[in-house]
Antibody
Framework: QVQLVESGGGVVQPGRSLRLSCAASGFTFSDYAVHWVRQAPGKGLEWVSVISYDGSHKLYTDSVRGRFTVSRDNSENTLHLQMNSLRPEDTAVYYC????????????????WGQGTLVAVSS | SYELTQSPSVSVSPGQTANINCSGD??????VCWYQQKPGQSPVVVIY???KRPSGIPERFSGSNSGNTATLTISATQALDEADYYC?????????FGGGTKLTVL
């Protein structure tokens, strides 16, 4: 069955960096786009980024563009999120989430989610 | 920037119909998905492309989208439907989530 397992979360000081990873299994990882979605404690869902099946197309929400970088290693079935210049408002559970399609479009949707990894930005 | 607005909470009695609304400028021109999230769990899609149900989602879940409002309708609501519900759409090259609606079945 489809599994998405996030790792790399933890407590980090403002201004520092953190790299999240997502290990995928149970499907052909290289065929599908993958998203990062976050959820601050007690708050709603916020989309962060998406990367196309081959890594050629990447999109970001305005608040992280220029600070976060999404990448993927299809040979290792792994997704990454490099987070630089972290801010307290980046504190959230970060979910790795598989798209139905190879390129995420309006007609598509997220069909599988990981369990998330918690990132806490605090001094 | 584009926004999707949801009421924070909706209450319904078991067996009754729950309507959860999501509003946005010309939302009817966009595709809307709905996700259900129960406490301590990851979200699950219940409606995509405004009104389609993924396999495994009960028929009591339905959706519509017109004008500035999308609606998730849950018929014959059950206690297990109690959850947070989020609408989602695309605006240009960004995925937007609504703020979420907590559905209470009492």
């Amino acid at each position: 069955q489809v599994q998405l397992v996030e790792s790399g979360g933890g407590v980090v000081q403002p201004g520092r960096s953190l790299r999240l990873s997502c290990a995928a299994s149970g499907f052909t990882f290289s065929d599908y786009a993958v998203h990062w979605v976050r959820q601050a404690p007690g708050k709603g869902l916020e989309w962060v980024s998406v990367i196309s099946y081959d890594g050629s197309h990447k999109l970001y929400t305005d608040s992280v563009r220029g600070r976060f970088t999404v990448s993927r290693d299809n040979s290792e079935n792994t997704l990454h999120l490099q987070m630089n210049s972290l801010r307290p408002e980046d504190t959230a559970v970060y979910y790795c989430a598989k798209d139905l399609r190879g390129v995420a479009v309006a007609a598509s949707y997220i069909d599988y989610w990981g369990q998330g990894t918690l990132v806490a930005v605090s001094s | 920037s584009y926004e999707l607005t949801q009421s924070p909470s909706v209450s319904v009695s078991p067996g009754q119909t729950a309507n959860i609304n999501c509003s946005g400028d010309k939302l009817g021109d966009k595709y809307v998905c709905w996700y259900q999230q129960k406490p301590g769990q990851s979200p699950v899609v219940v409606i995509y492309q405004d009104r389609k149900r993924p396999s495994g989602i009960p028929e009591r879940f339905s959706g519509s989208n017109s004008g500035n409002t999308a609606t998730l309708t849950i018929s014959a609501t059950q206690a297990l439907d109690e959850a947070d519900y989020y609408c989602q759409a695309w605006d240009i090259s960004t995925v937007i989530f609504g703020g979420g609606t907590k559905l209470t079945v009492l």
